[in-house]
Protein backbone atom coordinates (compact mmCIF):
# COMPACT_ATOMS: atom_id res chain seq x y z
CA UNK A 1 0.00 0.00 0.00
CA UNK A 2 2.69 2.15 0.51
CA UNK A 3 3.90 2.70 -3.37
CA UNK A 4 -0.10 3.31 -3.64
CA UNK A 5 0.21 6.17 -1.56
CA UNK A 6 3.29 7.58 -2.86
CA UNK A 7 0.92 7.88 -6.65
CA UNK A 8 -1.27 9.27 -4.82
CA UNK A 9 0.63 12.27 -3.08
CA UNK A 10 2.21 12.62 -6.36
CA UNK A 11 -1.00 12.99 -8.31
CA UNK A 12 -2.52 15.26 -5.34
CA UNK A 13 0.31 17.40 -5.18
CA UNK A 14 -0.26 18.07 -9.49
CA UNK A 15 -4.14 18.85 -8.62
CA UNK A 16 -2.98 21.17 -5.96
CA UNK A 17 -1.18 23.07 -8.83
CA UNK A 18 -4.01 22.63 -11.30
CA UNK A 19 -6.24 24.04 -8.40
CA UNK A 20 -4.13 27.11 -7.96
CA UNK A 21 -4.53 27.58 -11.80
CA UNK A 22 -7.88 27.52 -11.82
CA UNK A 23 -8.55 29.86 -9.07
CA UNK A 24 -6.05 32.25 -10.96
CA UNK A 25 -8.34 32.50 -14.16
CA UNK A 26 -11.71 32.08 -12.04
CA UNK A 27 -10.99 35.68 -10.17
CA UNK A 28 -8.75 37.29 -12.79
CA UNK A 29 -9.41 36.01 -15.82
CA UNK A 30 -5.94 35.14 -16.86
CA UNK A 31 -5.28 31.56 -17.87
CA UNK A 32 -1.35 30.72 -16.55
CA UNK A 33 -1.05 27.13 -18.14
CA UNK A 34 -3.94 25.12 -17.00
CA UNK A 35 -3.77 22.92 -19.75
CA UNK A 36 -0.21 21.83 -19.32
CA UNK A 37 -0.41 20.96 -15.90
CA UNK A 38 -3.59 19.14 -16.85
CA UNK A 39 -1.41 17.53 -19.97
CA UNK A 40 1.18 16.03 -16.47
CA UNK A 41 -1.86 15.05 -14.85
CA UNK A 42 -2.82 12.76 -17.49
CA UNK A 43 0.79 11.38 -17.74
CA UNK A 44 0.61 10.65 -14.30
CA UNK A 45 -2.51 8.91 -14.92
CA UNK A 46 -1.19 6.92 -17.63
CA UNK A 47 1.74 5.48 -15.96
CA UNK A 48 1.45 1.48 -16.62
CA UNK A 49 3.25 0.75 -13.44
CA UNK A 50 1.36 2.61 -11.15
CA UNK A 51 -1.90 0.61 -13.52
CA UNK A 52 0.29 -2.66 -12.52
CA UNK A 53 0.59 -1.49 -8.46
CA UNK A 54 -3.54 -0.66 -8.33
CA UNK A 55 -4.13 -4.44 -10.53
CA UNK A 56 -1.71 -6.14 -7.75
CA UNK A 57 -2.80 -5.04 -5.04
CA UNK A 58 -6.79 -5.76 -6.27
CA UNK A 59 -5.81 -9.14 -6.51
CA UNK A 60 -4.95 -9.00 -2.69
CA UNK A 61 -5.62 -9.68 0.64
CA UNK A 62 -6.76 -6.59 1.92
CA UNK A 63 -8.54 -4.97 4.93
CA UNK A 64 -11.67 -3.31 3.94
CA UNK A 65 -10.15 -0.35 4.11
CA UNK A 66 -7.37 -0.70 2.06
CA UNK A 67 -9.61 -2.39 -0.20
CA UNK A 68 -11.86 1.04 -0.59
CA UNK A 69 -8.89 3.15 -1.13
CA UNK A 70 -7.52 0.64 -4.12
CA UNK A 71 -10.62 0.10 -6.05
CA UNK A 72 -11.02 4.43 -5.43
CA UNK A 73 -7.60 4.88 -7.15
CA UNK A 74 -8.80 1.89 -10.08
CA UNK A 75 -12.10 4.23 -10.89
CA UNK A 76 -9.89 6.92 -10.96
CA UNK A 77 -7.05 4.89 -13.23
CA UNK A 78 -9.24 3.13 -15.75
CA UNK A 79 -10.26 5.52 -18.20
CA UNK A 80 -6.41 6.36 -19.17
CA UNK A 81 -5.69 2.21 -20.05
CA UNK A 82 -8.15 1.68 -22.30
CA UNK A 83 -7.13 3.46 -24.95
CA UNK A 84 -4.83 6.31 -26.84
CA UNK A 85 -8.14 7.78 -28.47
CA UNK A 86 -9.98 8.38 -25.01
CA UNK A 87 -6.93 9.86 -24.08
CA UNK A 88 -6.67 12.20 -26.40
CA UNK A 89 -10.63 12.55 -26.38
CA UNK A 90 -9.92 13.32 -22.16
CA UNK A 91 -7.72 16.34 -23.02
CA UNK A 92 -9.75 17.89 -25.88
CA UNK A 93 -13.10 17.86 -23.71
CA UNK A 94 -10.85 19.46 -20.71
CA UNK A 95 -9.40 21.97 -23.45
CA UNK A 96 -12.77 23.00 -24.89
CA UNK A 97 -14.52 23.62 -21.56
CA UNK A 98 -11.55 25.55 -20.52
CA UNK A 99 -11.82 27.96 -23.39
CA UNK A 100 -16.12 27.77 -22.62
CA UNK A 101 -15.71 28.55 -19.10
CA UNK A 102 -13.56 31.66 -20.43
CA UNK A 103 -16.56 32.86 -22.43
CA UNK A 104 -18.97 32.28 -19.77
CA UNK A 105 -16.62 33.85 -17.32
CA UNK A 106 -15.99 36.84 -18.85
CA UNK A 107 -19.42 37.97 -19.98
CA UNK A 108 -21.49 40.61 -19.02
CA UNK A 109 -25.65 40.85 -18.88
CA UNK A 110 -26.49 44.17 -20.77
CA UNK A 111 -30.02 45.51 -19.06
CA UNK A 112 -31.90 48.56 -19.39
CA UNK A 113 -29.33 49.42 -21.94
CA UNK A 114 -26.47 49.08 -19.32
CA UNK A 115 -23.95 46.36 -18.49
CA UNK A 116 -24.27 44.66 -15.22
CA UNK A 117 -22.99 42.48 -12.83
CA UNK A 118 -24.94 39.64 -11.09
CA UNK A 119 -25.37 41.17 -7.54
CA UNK A 120 -26.97 43.94 -9.69
CA UNK A 121 -29.49 41.49 -11.91
CA UNK A 122 -30.25 39.48 -8.27
CA UNK A 123 -31.45 42.84 -6.73
CA UNK A 124 -33.07 43.84 -9.41
CA UNK A 125 -34.91 40.07 -9.59
CA UNK A 126 -35.37 40.58 -5.46
CA UNK A 127 -36.86 44.15 -5.11
CA UNK A 128 -37.83 45.44 -8.80
CA UNK A 129 -41.87 46.16 -8.72
CA UNK A 130 -41.64 46.97 -12.44
CA UNK A 131 -42.65 43.26 -13.40
CA UNK A 132 -41.47 44.29 -17.22
CA UNK A 133 -37.87 45.11 -16.06
CA UNK A 134 -37.74 42.43 -13.99
CA UNK A 135 -38.13 40.22 -17.01
CA UNK A 136 -35.78 42.21 -18.76
CA UNK A 137 -33.19 41.51 -16.34
CA UNK A 138 -34.16 37.78 -15.91
CA UNK A 139 -33.98 37.01 -19.66
CA UNK A 140 -30.75 39.10 -20.18
CA UNK A 141 -28.78 35.73 -18.74
CA UNK A 142 -30.20 34.24 -22.28
CA UNK A 143 -27.39 36.72 -23.81
CA UNK A 144 -24.86 34.15 -23.30
CA UNK A 145 -26.43 31.19 -25.24
CA UNK A 146 -25.74 32.09 -28.48
CA UNK A 147 -22.12 32.96 -27.99
CA UNK A 148 -21.64 29.45 -25.74
CA UNK A 149 -22.56 27.79 -29.07
CA UNK A 150 -20.94 29.42 -31.26
CA UNK A 151 -17.68 29.09 -29.10
CA UNK A 152 -17.96 25.12 -29.42
CA UNK A 153 -20.76 24.56 -26.90
CA UNK A 154 -22.12 22.13 -28.69
CA UNK A 155 -18.71 20.05 -29.94
CA UNK A 156 -18.52 19.65 -26.44
CA UNK A 157 -21.42 17.66 -25.86
CA UNK A 158 -21.07 15.68 -28.90
CA UNK A 159 -17.02 14.71 -27.32
CA UNK A 160 -18.36 13.44 -23.89
CA UNK A 161 -20.72 11.06 -26.34
CA UNK A 162 -18.05 10.20 -28.37
CA UNK A 163 -16.25 9.52 -25.14
CA UNK A 164 -19.03 7.24 -23.19
CA UNK A 165 -19.19 5.37 -26.27
CA UNK A 166 -15.48 4.85 -26.66
CA UNK A 167 -15.19 3.97 -22.75
CA UNK A 168 -18.02 1.58 -23.19
CA UNK A 169 -21.24 2.83 -21.19
CA UNK A 170 -24.27 3.15 -22.42
CA UNK A 171 -24.00 6.83 -22.63
CA UNK A 172 -22.37 9.97 -20.84
CA UNK A 173 -25.16 9.85 -17.95
CA UNK A 174 -24.36 6.21 -17.58
CA UNK A 175 -20.40 7.06 -17.38
CA UNK A 176 -21.12 10.07 -14.67
CA UNK A 177 -23.29 8.44 -12.53
CA UNK A 178 -21.14 5.04 -12.21
CA UNK A 179 -18.35 7.11 -11.07
CA UNK A 180 -19.85 9.21 -8.64
CA UNK A 181 -21.14 5.60 -7.72
CA UNK A 182 -24.86 6.03 -8.12
CA UNK A 183 -27.45 3.77 -9.78
CA UNK A 184 -28.64 5.63 -13.08
CA UNK A 185 -32.08 3.97 -12.47
CA UNK A 186 -32.55 5.57 -9.28
CA UNK A 187 -33.73 8.78 -11.63
CA UNK A 188 -35.96 6.41 -13.86
CA UNK A 189 -38.73 7.71 -11.02
CA UNK A 190 -38.50 11.28 -10.72
CA UNK A 191 -40.58 12.48 -13.09
CA UNK A 192 -43.40 10.68 -11.74
CA UNK A 193 -42.40 11.44 -7.95
CA UNK A 194 -42.70 15.39 -8.80
CA UNK A 195 -46.00 14.25 -10.70
CA UNK A 196 -47.27 13.04 -7.25
CA UNK A 197 -46.55 16.13 -5.30
CA UNK A 198 -47.03 18.41 -8.33
CA UNK A 199 -50.76 19.72 -7.61
CA UNK A 200 -49.48 20.72 -4.12
CA UNK A 201 -46.35 22.68 -5.63
CA UNK A 202 -48.89 24.35 -8.05
CA UNK A 203 -51.19 25.26 -5.50
CA UNK A 204 -48.41 26.48 -3.72
CA UNK A 205 -46.72 28.96 -5.64
CA UNK A 206 -50.65 29.80 -7.17
CA UNK A 207 -51.40 30.91 -3.83
CA UNK A 208 -48.14 33.24 -2.81
CA UNK A 209 -48.58 34.52 -6.57
CA UNK A 210 -51.77 35.82 -6.09
CA UNK A 211 -51.14 37.42 -2.65
CA UNK A 212 -48.14 38.91 -3.93
CA UNK A 213 -48.19 39.92 -7.39
CA UNK A 214 -51.49 39.73 -8.53
CA UNK A 215 -51.07 36.85 -10.97
CA UNK A 216 -51.61 32.83 -9.83
CA UNK A 217 -48.99 32.62 -12.79
CA UNK A 218 -45.59 32.63 -11.40
CA UNK A 219 -43.19 33.14 -13.45
CA UNK A 220 -39.11 33.01 -13.53
CA UNK A 221 -39.05 36.87 -13.39
CA UNK A 222 -41.06 36.37 -10.45
CA UNK A 223 -39.83 34.02 -8.16
CA UNK A 224 -37.10 36.03 -6.25
CA UNK A 225 -39.28 38.71 -6.17
CA UNK A 226 -41.81 36.52 -4.39
CA UNK A 227 -39.04 35.59 -2.08
CA UNK A 228 -38.13 39.19 -1.09
CA UNK A 229 -42.08 40.26 -0.08
CA UNK A 230 -42.31 36.53 1.36
CA UNK A 231 -39.26 37.80 3.95
CA UNK A 232 -38.43 41.59 3.28
CA UNK A 233 -35.47 40.81 5.85
CA UNK A 234 -33.54 39.12 2.30
CA UNK A 235 -33.25 43.29 0.92
CA UNK A 236 -32.16 44.47 4.23
CA UNK A 237 -29.13 46.73 3.80
CA UNK A 238 -25.99 44.99 5.52
CA UNK A 239 -22.37 45.64 5.99
CA UNK A 240 -20.63 43.54 3.74
CA UNK A 241 -17.23 45.03 4.88
CA UNK A 242 -17.96 42.71 8.46
CA UNK A 243 -19.09 39.75 6.51
CA UNK A 244 -16.33 37.33 7.91
CA UNK A 245 -17.53 37.99 11.81
CA UNK A 246 -21.33 36.84 11.77
CA UNK A 247 -20.16 33.48 9.77
CA UNK A 248 -17.33 33.17 11.97
CA UNK A 249 -19.90 33.16 14.98
CA UNK A 250 -22.61 30.73 13.54
CA UNK A 251 -19.52 27.85 12.50
CA UNK A 252 -17.99 28.88 16.33
CA UNK A 253 -21.36 27.75 17.65
CA UNK A 254 -20.94 24.62 16.36
CA UNK A 255 -17.67 24.38 17.69
CA UNK A 256 -15.83 25.02 14.41
CA UNK A 257 -13.25 27.62 14.53
CA UNK A 258 -12.76 29.32 10.84
CA UNK A 259 -10.57 31.86 12.10
CA UNK A 260 -8.19 28.73 12.35
CA UNK A 261 -8.50 27.56 9.16
CA UNK A 262 -6.73 28.94 5.89
CA UNK A 263 -9.93 30.32 4.37
CA UNK A 264 -9.40 33.15 1.47
CA UNK A 265 -12.19 35.35 0.22
CA UNK A 266 -12.95 37.15 -2.28
CA UNK A 267 -16.41 37.84 -2.28
CA UNK A 268 -16.53 41.21 -4.48
CA UNK A 269 -17.50 41.69 -8.22
CA UNK A 270 -15.02 43.33 -10.55
CA UNK A 271 -13.99 42.55 -14.62
CA UNK A 272 -13.49 38.94 -15.74
CA UNK A 273 -13.87 37.56 -12.39
CA UNK A 274 -16.55 34.48 -12.86
CA UNK A 275 -19.62 35.98 -11.81
CA UNK A 276 -20.44 32.38 -10.18
CA UNK A 277 -20.18 31.56 -6.53
CA UNK A 278 -17.36 28.67 -5.78
CA UNK A 279 -15.08 27.57 -3.09
CA UNK A 280 -11.68 26.15 -4.53
CA UNK A 281 -10.54 23.09 -1.85
CA UNK A 282 -6.79 23.89 -2.62
CA UNK A 283 -5.43 21.54 -0.41
CA UNK A 284 -6.92 19.52 2.44
CA UNK A 285 -6.62 20.67 5.52
CA UNK A 286 -3.90 23.13 3.77
CA UNK A 287 -5.63 25.55 1.69
CA UNK A 288 -9.08 26.90 0.59
CA UNK A 289 -10.42 29.97 -1.64
CA UNK A 290 -13.80 31.07 -1.70
CA UNK A 291 -14.97 32.80 -4.43
CA UNK A 292 -18.49 34.70 -4.47
CA UNK A 293 -20.00 38.07 -5.80
CA UNK A 294 -21.82 40.49 -3.05
CA UNK A 295 -22.23 43.96 -2.78
CA UNK A 296 -24.25 44.61 0.90
CA UNK A 297 -27.55 42.86 1.44
CA UNK A 298 -28.84 40.41 3.59
CA UNK A 299 -29.75 37.29 1.17
CA UNK A 300 -25.75 37.52 -0.14
CA UNK A 301 -24.97 35.91 3.15
CA UNK A 302 -26.60 32.47 1.58
CA UNK A 303 -24.00 31.91 -0.71
CA UNK A 304 -21.45 33.02 1.79
CA UNK A 305 -22.42 29.79 4.13
CA UNK A 306 -22.54 28.09 1.60
CA UNK A 307 -19.25 28.11 0.28
CA UNK A 308 -17.89 28.61 3.98
CA UNK A 309 -19.23 25.01 4.11
CA UNK A 310 -17.72 23.61 1.36
CA UNK A 311 -14.11 25.24 2.93
CA UNK A 312 -14.85 23.68 6.50
CA UNK A 313 -15.10 20.43 4.89
CA UNK A 314 -12.17 20.99 3.25
CA UNK A 315 -10.93 21.58 6.33
CA UNK A 316 -11.75 19.24 8.58
CA UNK A 317 -11.20 15.84 6.44
CA UNK A 318 -8.32 14.04 7.02
CA UNK A 319 -5.28 15.35 5.03
CA UNK A 320 -3.46 12.67 5.68
CA UNK A 321 -6.34 10.06 3.54
CA UNK A 322 -5.61 11.79 -0.30
CA UNK A 323 -7.13 8.56 -1.36
CA UNK A 324 -10.25 8.46 0.93
CA UNK A 325 -10.94 11.99 0.07
CA UNK A 326 -11.26 11.39 -3.87
CA UNK A 327 -14.00 9.10 -2.64
CA UNK A 328 -16.39 11.69 -1.38
CA UNK A 329 -19.77 12.15 -2.77
CA UNK A 330 -20.62 15.58 -4.20
CA UNK A 331 -24.25 15.01 -2.41
CA UNK A 332 -21.69 14.95 0.45
CA UNK A 333 -20.09 17.85 -0.35
CA UNK A 334 -23.18 19.57 -1.64
CA UNK A 335 -25.06 18.56 1.26
CA UNK A 336 -22.53 20.16 3.89
CA UNK A 337 -22.42 23.03 1.96
CA UNK A 338 -26.37 23.14 2.25
CA UNK A 339 -26.47 22.94 5.62
CA UNK A 340 -24.13 25.99 6.64
CA UNK A 341 -26.32 27.70 3.53
CA UNK A 342 -29.32 27.22 5.10
CA UNK A 343 -28.61 29.13 8.23
CA UNK A 344 -29.40 32.43 6.75
CA UNK A 345 -33.31 31.41 7.31
CA UNK A 346 -32.26 30.65 10.81
CA UNK A 347 -33.16 32.13 14.45
CA UNK A 348 -29.20 31.49 14.86
CA UNK A 349 -27.91 33.35 12.41
CA UNK A 350 -30.63 36.30 11.55
CA UNK A 351 -30.72 36.89 15.02
CA UNK A 352 -27.72 39.25 15.03
CA UNK A 353 -29.25 41.24 12.31
CA UNK A 354 -33.06 41.93 12.29
CA UNK A 355 -33.04 41.43 17.17
CA UNK A 356 -35.48 44.07 17.24
CA UNK A 357 -38.17 41.83 14.93
CA UNK A 358 -37.38 38.63 15.85
CA UNK A 359 -40.89 37.40 15.38
CA UNK A 360 -41.81 38.85 12.42
CA UNK A 361 -38.34 37.61 10.57
CA UNK A 362 -39.00 34.12 11.97
CA UNK A 363 -42.55 34.29 10.86
CA UNK A 364 -41.49 35.88 7.66
CA UNK A 365 -38.44 33.52 7.31
CA UNK A 366 -40.74 30.24 8.03
CA UNK A 367 -43.33 31.09 4.84
CA UNK A 368 -40.05 31.79 3.36
CA UNK A 369 -38.84 28.14 3.67
CA UNK A 370 -41.70 26.44 2.36
CA UNK A 371 -41.21 28.77 -0.68
CA UNK A 372 -37.94 27.82 -1.38
CA UNK A 373 -39.08 23.73 -0.84
CA UNK A 374 -41.20 24.15 -3.73
CA UNK A 375 -38.50 25.84 -6.10
CA UNK A 376 -36.09 23.44 -5.46
CA UNK A 377 -38.22 20.35 -6.16
CA UNK A 378 -38.63 22.29 -9.44
CA UNK A 379 -35.28 22.06 -10.22
CA UNK A 380 -35.90 18.27 -11.06
CA UNK A 381 -36.09 19.73 -14.57
CA UNK A 382 -33.36 21.20 -14.73
CA UNK A 383 -31.51 18.07 -13.69
CA UNK A 384 -33.33 15.79 -16.19
CA UNK A 385 -32.46 18.26 -18.85
CA UNK A 386 -28.59 17.74 -18.00
CA UNK A 387 -28.79 14.11 -18.68
CA UNK A 388 -31.07 14.61 -21.35
CA UNK A 389 -28.21 16.66 -23.31
CA UNK A 390 -26.13 13.51 -23.71
CA UNK A 391 -28.94 11.18 -24.81
CA UNK A 392 -30.37 13.03 -27.35
CA UNK A 393 -29.55 14.14 -30.89
CA UNK A 394 -27.87 17.94 -30.54
CA UNK A 395 -27.59 19.29 -34.03
CA UNK A 396 -28.15 23.39 -33.31
CA UNK A 397 -28.93 25.70 -30.56
CA UNK A 398 -32.64 25.27 -31.22
CA UNK A 399 -32.67 21.83 -30.50
CA UNK A 400 -31.30 22.67 -27.00
CA UNK A 401 -34.23 25.02 -26.76
CA UNK A 402 -37.07 22.92 -27.77
CA UNK A 403 -35.28 19.91 -24.83
CA UNK A 404 -35.71 22.58 -22.37
CA UNK A 405 -39.07 23.52 -23.20
CA UNK A 406 -40.05 19.69 -23.30
CA UNK A 407 -38.44 18.68 -20.59
CA UNK A 408 -40.57 21.45 -18.25
CA UNK A 409 -43.70 20.18 -20.56
CA UNK A 410 -43.23 17.00 -19.02
CA UNK A 411 -41.82 17.51 -15.72
CA UNK A 412 -43.62 20.30 -14.05
CA UNK A 413 -46.06 20.76 -17.21
CA UNK A 414 -45.28 24.67 -18.21
CA UNK A 415 -45.32 26.41 -21.39
CA UNK A 416 -42.29 28.07 -22.55
CA UNK A 417 -42.26 31.34 -20.91
CA UNK A 418 -40.01 33.46 -23.53
CA UNK A 419 -38.92 32.52 -26.98
CA UNK A 420 -35.16 31.93 -25.95
CA UNK A 421 -34.91 30.05 -22.45
CA UNK A 422 -31.83 30.71 -19.83
CA UNK A 423 -29.49 27.85 -20.26
CA UNK A 424 -25.99 28.87 -20.65
CA UNK A 425 -25.48 31.00 -18.18
CA UNK A 426 -25.91 28.24 -16.17
CA UNK A 427 -21.76 27.48 -15.45
CA UNK A 428 -22.67 23.62 -14.60
CA UNK A 429 -23.53 22.87 -18.29
CA UNK A 430 -19.99 23.67 -19.19
CA UNK A 431 -17.77 22.37 -16.13
CA UNK A 432 -19.58 20.45 -14.45
CA UNK A 433 -21.92 17.88 -16.74
CA UNK A 434 -24.42 15.93 -14.88
CA UNK A 435 -24.06 17.25 -11.38
CA UNK A 436 -26.93 19.26 -10.53
CA UNK A 437 -28.68 16.62 -8.78
CA UNK A 438 -25.52 16.79 -6.00
CA UNK A 439 -27.61 19.95 -4.72
CA UNK A 440 -31.26 18.30 -4.48
CA UNK A 441 -30.23 15.09 -3.03
CA UNK A 442 -27.80 17.17 -0.67
CA UNK A 443 -30.90 19.23 0.63
CA UNK A 444 -32.50 15.49 1.43
CA UNK A 445 -29.32 14.87 3.02
CA UNK A 446 -29.54 17.81 5.43
CA UNK A 447 -32.84 16.84 5.97
CA UNK A 448 -32.20 13.11 7.03
CA UNK A 449 -29.12 14.45 9.02
CA UNK A 450 -31.95 16.76 10.80
CA UNK A 451 -33.91 13.71 11.20
CA UNK A 452 -31.73 11.43 12.83
CA UNK A 453 -30.03 14.29 15.24
CA UNK A 454 -33.45 15.25 16.67
CA UNK A 455 -34.96 11.82 17.30
CA UNK A 456 -31.61 11.03 18.67
CA UNK A 457 -31.02 13.39 21.28
CA UNK A 458 -34.52 13.99 21.94
CA UNK A 459 -34.62 17.97 20.93
CA UNK A 460 -36.46 20.03 18.59
CA UNK A 461 -33.63 21.95 16.99
CA UNK A 462 -29.64 21.32 16.51
CA UNK A 463 -29.09 24.87 17.51
CA UNK A 464 -30.41 22.95 21.67
CA UNK A 465 -27.23 21.05 21.23
CA UNK A 466 -25.02 23.07 18.61
CA UNK A 467 -21.83 21.41 19.83
CA UNK A 468 -22.98 18.03 20.06
CA UNK A 469 -24.51 18.45 16.31
CA UNK A 470 -21.28 19.65 15.42
CA UNK A 471 -19.54 16.86 16.47
CA UNK A 472 -22.14 14.49 14.82
CA UNK A 473 -21.32 16.21 11.66
CA UNK A 474 -17.94 15.67 11.80
CA UNK A 475 -17.61 12.19 13.17
CA UNK A 476 -20.73 11.08 11.40
CA UNK A 477 -20.88 12.60 8.05
CA UNK A 478 -17.18 13.99 7.19
CA UNK A 479 -14.95 11.82 8.78
CA UNK A 480 -16.17 8.84 7.16
CA UNK A 481 -17.66 10.43 3.96
CA UNK A 482 -14.74 8.48 1.70
CA UNK A 483 -15.02 5.78 2.93
CA UNK A 484 -18.53 4.67 1.46
CA UNK A 485 -20.59 5.80 -1.51
CA UNK A 486 -23.44 7.81 -0.81
CA UNK A 487 -26.26 5.30 -1.13
CA UNK A 488 -24.19 3.69 1.72
CA UNK A 489 -23.19 6.23 3.50
CA UNK A 490 -27.44 7.65 3.74
CA UNK A 491 -28.39 3.99 4.90
CA UNK A 492 -25.79 3.72 7.27
CA UNK A 493 -26.09 6.96 8.89
CA UNK A 494 -30.45 7.21 8.57
CA UNK A 495 -31.39 3.34 8.49
CA UNK A 496 -33.57 4.49 4.87
CA UNK A 497 -32.70 3.79 1.44
CA UNK A 498 -32.10 6.82 -0.17
CA UNK A 499 -35.25 8.37 -2.42
CA UNK A 500 -36.63 11.50 -3.51
CA UNK A 501 -39.82 10.68 -1.82
CA UNK A 502 -38.32 12.05 1.25
CA UNK A 503 -38.35 15.51 0.24
CA UNK A 504 -41.95 15.38 -1.46
CA UNK A 505 -43.06 14.01 2.21
CA UNK A 506 -41.30 17.16 4.23
CA UNK A 507 -43.23 19.58 1.23
CA UNK A 508 -46.13 17.79 2.37
CA UNK A 509 -45.69 17.90 6.25
CA UNK A 510 -44.52 21.81 5.95
CA UNK A 511 -47.33 22.50 4.10
CA UNK A 512 -49.47 21.13 5.87
CA UNK A 513 -48.19 23.19 9.21
CA UNK A 514 -48.93 26.26 7.10
CA UNK A 515 -52.35 25.42 6.37
CA UNK A 516 -51.92 23.84 2.91
CA UNK A 517 -53.01 20.60 1.56
Same mark, same amino acid.
Given at each position: MKRLFAIAEELNQLHVKSSRLNWSKFTTGYDFGIMDIRRQIQEKLKNKKSWKIIQDLLASELSIPDLRRVRIMEMVFRPYHLSEKLNELSLAIQEKTNELSSVLNTHRCT?????????????? !??????????????? #??????????????????????????????????HYQLEHQELDPVMFDSWKDEVKSVLPLMREIRSSFGEEIIGDPNVMPWDTGYISGKIAPELNQQVNMADYHSPISELFGMFDINISGMNITYDIFPRKNKSEWGYNFPIESGVDSRILANVRDRYSEYGVLLHETGHAVHSFTTDPEEIIMNMGISGIVSEGIANLFGRFTTHE????????????????????????????????? #???????????????????????????????????????????????????????????????????? !??????????? #????? *?????? *??????????????????????? #?????????LSKRLRKEADEQGIS
Open positions: VAGRVMTSPEISRI !LLSEPDRDLRKEACL #SRTQINIPMVNAGFLQLLEMRKEYAHEFGAPDFVAFYSGFFGEKLAEAGKNFKRLKLWNRVNKLRSV #SRILLDQALYRTRIENIDDIHQLLWKTNMEVLGEQPYADMPIWASTIHFTTHPVYFHNYLLGDLMCDM !LDDVFLKRENV #SDVTE *RPELFG *RFILDEVIGVSGRYPFPDLFRRI #SGEELSLRL
